[in-house]
């Protein structure tokens, strides 16, 4: 069952472990399929883990219901450079509660829709859609360069 759920999810180098129906939606337990990461010290393979707290990441719904997904957020330790490393999930940019996909699609919902409408659909505040509205703005002009335009409200 794990597998179709995983297949389904469309996330790399994970895992869905099992999930549950809650009263806020599915709740997927996700497992990273990584040994280890590269140390950024020393570039050194490393696979000690030092901690893992479970966060909670949202997201887009499945079938309207909204989707959480609990990721345990690695942190290595290396024991040449005595340094600790988190790991950084390529679908959740750092330390971000949404997926990419889920603030991409709220920001390009905004473009058609108020604040307050997407965070009535979504469950959230009005201030936590303008703030991924803003973090995706900010990525993208990024990624653009300054040619980048965009539109703000
Ligand atoms: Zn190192």
Request: proline fraction near 5%; include cysteine.
């Amino acid at each position: 069952m794990g597998l179709e759920i995983t297949e389904l999810l469309e996330l790399p180098n994970i895992y869905v472990e099992s999930y549950s129906k809650t009263d806020k939606g599915w709740l997927l337990q996700l497992r990273p399929l990584s040994d280890g990461m590269r140390c950024p010290g020393c570039g050194r393979f490393i696979d000690r883990v030092h901690q893992a707290p479970k966060v909670i990441i949202r997201d887009l719904a499945i079938l309207k219901r909204p989707v959480h997904l609990q990721i345990p957020r690695r942190q290595f330790h290396c024991p040449d450079c005595q340094r600790y490393a988190t790991e950084q999930l390529e679908f959740v940019d750092w330390r971000r509660r949404h997926t990419r996909r889920f603030e991409q699609d709220v920001y390009e919902r905004v473009q058609h829709s108020s604040l307050e409408q997407i965070a009535r659909e979504e469950g959230i505040s009005p201030e936590e859609v303008r703030g991924i509205f803003e973090h995706v703005a900010a990525q993208s002009k990024k990624r653009l360069g300054r040619s980048g335009t965009h539109k703000h409200r």
